[in-house]
């Protein structure tokens, strides 16, 4: 058994045992209240009594919350290192340790297209002390392609989004192509040829290269990894021909020279990437896509935590100096409204239920 795992079933029980204090420490309330009620007011002292035994945990609650965090915060990143959900999450953990005064650590639970991770979130102890940085595919696309989930929405708190960027077509210089028109005419004169790696199956970076082969009508081979660190190095390799990538994952790797940009996936060209078009300039009309990221709770987390981390992010993310990393990181702050989270996933669920239906996308 992992230290995670031990962690979250200590958790689990130390909750439990958390709330039957809290109600221990009600009795009082309610001995002290009966012991002044008297005959002709008896009923009614009672049925205060019973309110106060009632609603006393909710202010042990709320004090649990202005005391907390007081251990260290687990950030868990469904992803292997390296990927772009790592090198954010990774980012977001200095800015929120200083708001929070503890450190938060990042721990990768790599597998499953981010299942792995988000299971072991699930089933973590609701008080605060493990989070999830989830991608955005993670509730918008997995639901459609895995037969059977660890997870669901409706396990988590979703906090908020916390940033999102385009994505860029990358090839390896071994593809005889140099645009991206080039690229779609050979993988047109060469069907089930060229190989697309990503971070694992219903990953962004996976969705963003099939929804890319559909717009082309291109037939092209998909390969899992488990992260986007992995898929890039073989890409590199050669050991596949390309991908659609993060931006703040790729763009440090085209400096090598082992790999070609093609297009952004944005309505504008990246800042980090200007003399790469976007895939309307280069040649194909109507084709956007953006990765998210946002930062979750395990179902049952008080709200008075989920409300003050809500405030803690908004005030991480719009520091200068986490606002500068994401601008090197070609991504933008995106906050969502507060308990709006699950309604924009819903919406944007209904795109990719067509497009993994269309294209037989499945992970079993």
Avoid at 6 to 35: D, F, S
Avoid at 150 to 176: C, Q
Avoid at 219 to 232: F, I, M
Avoid at 248 to 274: F, Y
Wanted: charged share 20%.
């Amino acid at each position: 058994m992992n230290s995670l795992d031990t962690e979250n079933k200590v958790g689990h029980w130390r909750a439990r045992a958390q709330q039957w204090l809290l109600r221990m420490r009600a009795i009082p309330i309610v001995k002290a209240l009966c012991r002044d009620a008297d005959t002709r007011r008896h009923r009614t002292s009672t049925a205060v009594a019973m309110f106060a035994f009632a609603i006393a945990p909710m202010y042990m609650v709320r004090a649990q919350a202005q005391e907390w965090p007081a251990k260290p915060i687990r950030l868990v990143v469904p992803f292997a290192a390296g990927g772009a959900t790592d090198l954010l999450a990774r980012a977001l953990a200095l800015e929120l340790g200083k708001q929070w005064r503890q450190p938060v650590v990042v721990d990768n639970r790599p597998g499953a297209g981010g299942a792995v991770g988000a299971e072991a979130v699930a089933k973590a102890a609701p008080d605060g002390y493990t989070l999830l940085l989830a991608s955005g595919s993670m509730f918008t696309v997995n639901p459609y392609i895995y037969q059977k989930l660890p997870y669901s929405a409706e396990s988590f708190e979703m906090i908020s989004k916390v940033a999102s960027g385009p994505m860029v077509l990358t090839i390896n210089v071994k593809v005889p192509a140099k645009t991206m028109d080039e690229l779609i005419s050979y993988a047109k004169a060469h069907p089930g040829k060229l190989t697309f790696g990503s971070a694992g199956n219903g990953s962004q970076v996976h969705m963003a290269s099939e929804a890319f082969s559909e717009a082309a009508g291109i037939d092209v081979v998909h390969v899992p990894y488990k992260g986007e660190g992995p898929a890039y190095a073989d890409l590199m390799a050669g050991v596949v021909d390309m991908t659609v990538g993060n931006i703040n994952a790729i763009s440090p790797l085209l400096k090598g020279g082992r790999l070609r940009a093609l297009a952004v996936t944005g309505k504008e060209r990246s800042s980090l990437l200007p003399d790469v078009p976007t895939v309307a300039e280069a040649g194909l009309q109507g084709f956007t896509f953006y990765g998210w990221f946002a930062l979750m709770a395990p179902a049952g987390t008080p709200k008075d935590l989920t409300t003050k981390m809500y405030a803690d992010l908004e005030r991480a993310v719009s520091e200068p100096g986490m606002q500068r990393y994401l601008a090197t990181q070609g991504m933008t702050k995106t906050l969502t409204a507060r308990g709006r989270l699950p309604d924009e996933i819903a919406q944007e669920s209904g795109r990719w239920k067509l497009l993994v239906g269309k294209r037989k996308i499945s992970a079993n």
